[in-house]
């Protein structure tokens, strides 16, 4: 077995509390040596067992939960709904070798509230790639949570109409934003009655999975975005994972689909920012979008197109986020005219989509 070689970074955030859940006592060993070689990160509890790991969460309290898919007793995915409610503030990353990119198991942990997933190698192949591919994709989910906003509050445009009955509501996210999508669609009261956009950051594998899982939340129809086709209202677009959804205006100004496989400028393919920016272009002041989880700042740069058609950003709030990228991003641009919890969004988009008012 590889030795681990410490990452000696600078870290000027908290120390990260770990338990690791691994039915095997190789791995759980393995993991403990890679974490705590960063000064990062500390693992304070390991087990075998579901079970023993929600016993321990009874009296104490961790930043993050590794756990694993296959354990003895509860699996690790159906205990996955106890570990967020017993430990609420920390984050669950699925690590298993049975929870493969584009797995209809990766897709229900990341909707059941996982904030990632990762790919563990057999127990005598971790090499000395993983440990610190490991350690990066980790250190990304608690650096990201926030970005810089000058010691000043989020600012919010104090305009509370819209300027246009809303025409066409876009939807991005990325880390964490699955779970968030159902938490959105279960506030959802009312259908829209305009199409949905949604790109979600997942890579192609993924989308056939996440499509059939997107179904199961909402009674709104739901499918892959195709090259050409018009748009119907109350039905959810999801970008493929290998190609931007976009939008133009065709013959007699029926809106159609545009799929562009360029990556944008930050590397993003399915991208935020040209699905808004293609928004904006369409349906002017009837464009609004919807920022909801997930790292980095894509939906800004769009963000401000939609704005400045006159139309509107809601972002999801700091406190239900896994990570405050992308919606602390165009807060801190001032484009957001809400910060909400995923529940309560639709109902706010219902209301303001609806109204007519002051031009922003």
């Not at 409610?85 to 897709?107: F, Q, T, W, Y």
């Not at 641009?333 to 639709?346: N, R």
Request: net charge neutral; hydrophobic share 45%.
């Amino acid at each position: 077995m590889a030795a681990v070689t410490p990452i000696m970074a600078s870290h000027s955030r908290p120390q990260v509390r770990a338990m690791v859940v691994d039915d095997s006592v190789v791995v759980r060993t393995v993991i403990e040596r890679i974490l705590n070689s960063d000064p990062a990160f500390s693992v304070v509890h390991k087990t075998n067992s579901a079970e023993h790991a929600l016993c321990y969460l009874a009296g104490h309290e961790v930043d993050l939960i590794l756990l694993d898919i296959e354990l003895p007793g509860q699996s690790g995915l159906s205990a996955l709904p106890a570990f967020l409610r017993a430990n609420p503030h920390g984050k669950v990353v699925i690590l298993s070798g049975n929870c493969e990119e584009g797995s209809g198991a990766a897709i229900e942990a990341l909707a059941l509230g996982a904030s990632d997933i990762f790919a563990k190698p057999g127990s005598g192949s971790f090499g000395e790639a993983f440990p610190r591919s490991l350690i990066e994709r980790l250190s990304r989910l608690f650096s990201a949570n926030s970005v810089p906003l000058e010691n000043s509050p989020p600012v919010l445009r104090a305009a509370t109409q819209a300027s246009a009955p809303l025409a066409c509501l876009g939807i991005g996210a990325s880390t964490g934003g699955i779970h968030a999508l159902g938490q959105l669609f279960a506030g959802m009261s009312e259908p829209p009655g305009v199409p949905i956009l949604l790109t979600q950051h997942l890579p192609a594998s993924f989308t056939s999975y996440f499509v059939q899982q997107l179904a199961r939340m909402t009674s709104l129809r739901v499918k892959v975005g195709e090259q050409g086709e018009l748009l119907a209202p109350n039905t959810v677009y999801v970008a493929p994972g290998d190609a931007n959804l976009q939008v133009r205006r065709g013959l007699y100004g029926r809106v159609m689909v545009t799929l562009n496989p360029q990556r944008t400028a930050a590397g993003n393919l399915p991208g935020v920012d040209p699905m808004f920016t293609s928004m904006a272009e369409a349906y002017g002041p009837g464009a609004a979008g919807i920022v909801l989880t997930g790292m980095g700042r894509d939906g800004t740069v769009g963000g401000h197109d939609i704005v400045a058609a006159g139309g509107w950003i809601v972002a999801q709030n700091e406190t239900s986020s896994v990570v405050w990228g992308m919606p602390g991003s165009v807060a801190a641009a001032g484009l957001s005219c809400a910060l909400l919890d995923p529940y309560a969004i639709m109902d706010f988009v219902a209301r303001r989509g609806k109204s007519r008012g002051l031009k922003h």
